[in-house]
């Protein structure tokens, strides 16, 4: 089996794991979802869903999202032994988080452009950064991570 094989079973069964959690969260919770699956980028893409009535809205608040998405993460790593970069994506939190973001991008490219001085945002996520520097460059300005763990965040500047 070549390392690429092994990382999407690997990825498979992460997903597996993951999607077990949410439906017994779900379950315990009283809400209704469909899950799907998918494998992306190196990443397990969990999302999920209602068609119709759903009173799913109760846990799609991107930080409430996060939240959960962190506690799936530990319970995959607990059965794995592995780090997981999982997303998860409830209700369109994720479209609504991505939302967010463009709108913190939007605020701090005015002040650069009002004040030239770097913009420092908040700490986020790899996966948040990442969207942001994709942001950033679309608006015509550079973007850097600066700091460690916890404290890494995006830094605004012009070209």
Same mark, same amino acid.
């Given at each position: 089996?070549? /390392? =690429?094989?092994?990382?999407?079973? $690997? @990825?498979?069964?992460?997903? #597996? !794991?993951?999607?077990?959690?949410? /439906? =017994?969260?779900?379950?315990?919770? $009283? @809400?209704?979802?469909?899950? #799907? !699956?998918?494998l992306?980028?190196e990443?397990?893409?969990?999302?999920?869903?209602?068609?119709?009535?759903?009173?799913?809205?109760?846990?799609?608040?991107?930080?409430?999202?996060?939240?959960?998405?962190?506690?799936?993460r530990?319970?995959?790593?607990?059965?794995t032994?592995?780090?997981?970069?999982?997303?998860?994506?409830?209700?369109?939190?994720?479209?609504?988080?991505?939302e967010?973001?463009r709108?913190?991008?939007?605020?701090?490219?005015?002040k650069?452009?009002?004040?030239?001085?770097?913009?420092?945002?908040?700490p986020?996520?790899?996966?948040?950064?990442k969207?942001?520097?994709?942001?950033?460059?679309?608006?015509?300005?550079?973007?850097?991570?600066?700091g460690?763990?916890?404290?890494?965040?995006?830094?605004?500047?012009?070209?």
């Amino acid at each position: 089996m070549t /390392e =690429e094989q092994n990382t999407e079973v $690997d @990825l498979e069964k992460e997903g #597996e !794991i993951a999607a077990d959690f949410i /439906e =017994e969260f779900l379950d315990l919770a $009283d @809400l209704d979802g469909d899950l #799907e !699956i998918e494998l992306r980028q190196e990443r397990v893409y969990l999302t999920v869903s209602s068609d119709g009535e759903s009173n799913l809205g109760k846990f799609s608040d991107p930080d409430v999202v996060q939240s959960l998405q962190e506690i799936t993460r530990l319970a995959v790593q607990n059965k794995t032994g592995q780090m997981s970069r999982l997303i998860l994506d409830i209700g369109g939190s994720r479209e609504a988080k991505t939302e967010q973001l463009r709108q913190q991008v939007e605020r701090a490219v005015a002040k650069l452009e009002e004040s030239d001085r770097d913009q420092h945002l908040k700490p986020m996520s790899s996966y948040d950064r990442k969207l942001v520097h994709d942001m950033v460059a679309e608006a015509g300005m550079v973007s850097e991570s600066e700091g460690a763990g916890k404290d890494r965040h995006v830094v605004i500047r012009k070209p």
